[in-house]
């Protein structure tokens, strides 16, 4: 074997211009492929950490539906509401008792329009030339401040305070509050009030909340800033989990009967009316019971019972697949209709989507290499076939065919790992240009989620060194198999005679 090792070198320094071109290709395809691989891995890494720390945590646990439910409000049963996790003290109890959990917090979102709380600013807006696109539509999370602020530390306040258990009240972001400054043409700062009208598949609900913070975040995502925080109670009613929402109708047998009627026919007919009854109407008795507001006041409480989501930091979040299997197997042995799903399912169509564009770029960096193995497939052909009369030769003077192919495969061996090392130190080299050259995504938020980052960060694995030179080393491999089975089925005769 060392023979063949020496002779090998020797071929590639005679055919040292062959080689080199060989060799280049062979380093491209390893730069491609490690600064590919790296800038993939550094944006999955990006963005799970950007979620995990800015919204889902490692775990979500989420209630009863048939699809998946994301922390945004995406899903939910065929009516379009997002379930409420039933039996919650037990389930949330259940959770703070395992030991892997580090934190947890539960919130519950909902959907609403903010606007201002006068009138005519808001009919000034709506007729302006300036503004057609309706006041600004936010996702509202409804959160127990004190829990949830100290789980994600990323949120960070830029003025005001956060938000208070028991004290109602919003958080915005810098962009909110400069639309809305811009919509209505007044200047908003903490402790101004704007009204919320949140919408959803039973009704609107207003309220009114003070801004008691702007807030943004130290670590970047690629959702726009649509976000805003607020106590838990006014989520609730903005999301309709009010009492008179879960309050379950009192309903008599005869109704019920009514109801059951197949034959709708049935319920009108010449004997609907056996006798006629008159009553004295007592006007004051009417308006004194419609005047009282205190059945609609308590009716529209807020349910403090109804959570939607609880979210789950945990001491090891490289065990997060367990620990769902885990908890969802609880579920099933205790019969509560709940769910638990790792920060991608959380994520929704938001996580959805990078792995999208991280895709569609797999699907670049393929193209290019194989574009980059076919040029070095077609090179090692024409290096192969045109020594066809050294083959020829060697056979004449008694080499065996498993000569001439290990031969051959030494040759491509010393290639791929002398140009494979020479690719992967140029592709550091690059990558610590890339990295000082500190490229912003900027306002884009597809590189956003490329980037995994507002900057792109390369930080190349081992991993991804080893399968990349394997890689390059296995398609040389392949590359030399039928040029080299070609010309050994030419007999040595005839291939001395070939010029």
């Keep these: 074997m060392p023979v063949i090792i020496r002779i090998a070198f020797r071929n590639i320094w005679e055919h040292r211009s062959k080689s080199i071109i060989i060799g280049s290709f062979i380093a491209l395809g390893v730069i491609i492929l490690l600064i590919g691989n790296s800038l993939l891995d550094s944006s999955k890494r990006g963005v799970q950490k950007a979620f995990i720390e800015n919204f889902t945590g490692d775990v979500m646990i989420y209630g009863p539906s048939s699809t998946a439910v994301s922390v945004f409000g995406e899903g939910g049963d065929q009516t379009g509401e997002i379930p409420v996790i039933p039996d919650f003290d037990r389930v949330q109890t259940h959770v703070t008792s395992l030991s892997d959990v580090k934190a947890s917090a539960s919130m519950s979102v909902a959907y609403g329009l903010m606007t201002l709380d006068a009138a005519e600013e808001i009919q000034d807006a709506v007729n302006s030339d300036e503004q057609q696109n309706g006041p600004p539509i936010t996702i509202i999370f409804g959160v127990e401040g004190d829990k949830y602020f100290s789980m994600f530390p990323s949120i960070e306040l830029e003025e005001g305070s956060y938000l208070k258990p028991g004290e109602p009240g919003i958080m915005v972001t810098r962009g909110q509050l400069e639309k809305l400054q811009k919509r209505f043409k007044k200047e908003l700062h903490v402790g101004d009030k704007v009204l919320i009208t949140g919408f959803g598949t039973q009704n609107f609900k207003i309220r009114e909340l003070p801004i008691v913070g702007i807030y943004k975040r130290s670590l970047s995502s690629s959702l726009p800033d649509f976000m805003s925080f607020t106590d838990i109670d006014s989520a609730r009613v903005l999301g309709g989990l009010t009492v008179g929402a879960n309050e379950a109708a009192q309903i008599s047998d005869a109704q019920k009967g009514l109801l059951s009627v197949e034959n709708t026919e049935d319920l009108f007919g010449d004997d609907m009316v056996d006798t006629v009854q008159t009553s004295t109407v007592n006007l004051d008795s009417i308006a004194q019971s419609l005047s009282s507001s205190a059945e609609r006041e308590r009716l529209n409480q807020a349910d403090t019972g109804a959570w939607h989501f609880i979210l789950i930091r945990l001491n090891h979040p490289t065990l997060a697949p367990l620990f769902i299997q885990d908890l969802n197997r609880w579920f099933q042995n205790e019969g509560i209709d709940a769910h638990a799903t790792n920060w991608q399912g959380a994520a929704g169509t938001y996580g959805k989507f990078s792995d999208i564009v991280r895709i569609v770029f797999i699907i670049a960096i393929l193209l ?102 394997l890689l390059v080393f296995i398609v040389g491999y392949l590359a030399h198999l039928y040029p080299v089975s070609l010309a050994l089925k030419i007999q040595p005769v005839k291939a001395i005679q070939v010029d």
């Design 368 to 469: 290019v290499s194989v574009v980059a193995v076919i040029i070095m497939m077609n090179t090692l052909v024409i290096s192969v076939i045109e020594r066809t009369s050294e083959i020829g030769t060697m056979r004449a003077l008694g080499a065996q065919r498993k000569t001439i192919r290990q031969l051959f495969l030494a040759e491509t061996l010393s290639l791929t790992v002398v140009f494979g090392f020479i690719g992967a130190v140029l592709s550091m080299i690059i990558v610590l240009i890339l990295n000082s050259l500190h490229i912003s995504a900027g306002d884009n938020g597809l590189l956003v989620m490329l980037f995994g980052g507002d900057v792109l960060h390369l930080s190349p694995a081992p991993a991804s060194f080893v399968s990349s030179v």
